[in-house]
């Protein structure tokens, strides 16, 4: 009702979770954000609420297989393998590009995340809703006992989120209109784009 998501559970605890390699060596570790647990129910109603909105009103783009019902990488690998098999058929050739961005969350503005959930028709309670989601975020991190001081976070959207990786979508609903004579298929922030042509010797 007040549009004000509560200031507790914008706290995030950074956990550093060993790959490989020398742990005391920062790249050697990725960082895992752990947040209240009641702010992720929040959020898992906010997320179903906000999928069935879109979804009902097809706002979002059909090149986009992450946080979609039905979708998922299997189905996003059947389609494009579907194409490529019948360009192969008609004797085609195709080119294909892996794209993945690197800390594909840490780069999100919020300006353009929210004018994009505006754009998306949505009411002026809701929209200062996600306002109030992305704003005063903070974080620390914890290693064993030894605790940092907090960090104001700038700007990207919160890891560990659920509502994360669908506001992430959003942020790229966009980029397969920006391909002229390719396609362009995504899973949240791994993407492939692909031509198929004719083969001339």
Same mark, same amino acid.
């Given at each position: 009702?007040?549009?004000?998501?509560?200031?507790?559970?914008?706290? *995030?605890?950074?956990?550093?979770?060993?790959?490989?390699?020398?742990?005391?060596? =920062?790249?050697?570790?990725?960082?895992?954000?752990?947040?209240?647990? @009641?702010?992720?129910?929040?959020?898992?109603? =906010?997320?179903? #609420?906000?999928?069935?909105?879109?979804?009902?009103?097809?706002?979002?783009?059909?090149? %986009?297989?992450?946080?979609?019902? @039905?979708?998922?990488?299997?189905?996003?690998?059947? *389609?494009?393998?579907?194409?490529?098999?019948? *360009?192969?058929?008609?004797? #085609?050739?195709?080119?294909?590009?892996?794209?993945?961005?690197?800390? =594909?969350?840490?780069?999100? %503005?919020?300006?353009?995340?929210?004018?994009?959930?505006?754009?998306?028709?949505?009411?002026?309670?809701?929209?200062?809703?996600?306002?109030?989601?992305?704003?005063?975020?903070? %974080?620390?991190?914890?290693?064993?006992? =030894?605790?940092?001081?907090?960090?104001?976070?700038?700007?990207?959207?919160? #890891?560990?989120?659920?509502?994360?990786?669908?506001?992430?979508?959003?942020?790229?609903?966009?980029?397969?209109?920006?391909?002229?004579?390719?396609?362009?298929?995504?899973?949240?922030?791994?993407?492939?784009?692909?031509?198929?042509?004719?083969? #001339?010797?």
């Amino acid at each position: 009702m007040t549009s004000t998501y509560p200031l507790s559970w914008k706290l *995030a605890e950074v956990i550093p979770l060993h790959k490989d390699g020398d742990p005391d060596i =920062a790249p050697n570790n990725r960082p895992v954000s752990l947040l209240s647990s @009641l702010s992720k129910m929040c959020d898992k109603v =906010a997320l179903n #609420q906000f999928t069935d909105y879109l979804m009902e009103h097809k706002l979002l783009t059909k090149h %986009q297989s992450g946080n979609r019902k @039905l979708h998922s990488t299997e189905t996003l690998n059947i *389609a494009v393998t579907d194409i490529l098999l019948e *360009a192969i058929d008609k004797k #085609q050739l195709s080119i294909i590009i892996f794209l993945d961005l690197s800390k =594909a969350f840490d780069s999100v %503005q919020y300006d353009i995340l929210l004018k994009k959930i505006m754009d998306l028709g949505v009411t002026s309670e809701v929209l200062n809703w996600f306002k109030s989601y992305l704003s005063n975020r903070s %974080q620390y991190v914890r290693i064993g006992t =030894a605790t940092s001081t907090c960090a104001a976070l700038e700007h990207g959207i919160p #890891q560990g989120s659920m509502l994360s990786p669908f506001l992430f979508n959003i942020y790229t609903d966009s980029l397969p209109s920006t391909t002229k004579s390719c396609n362009l298929e995504s899973f949240v922030d791994d993407s492939k784009t692909f031509l198929t042509f004719p083969y #001339q010797s």
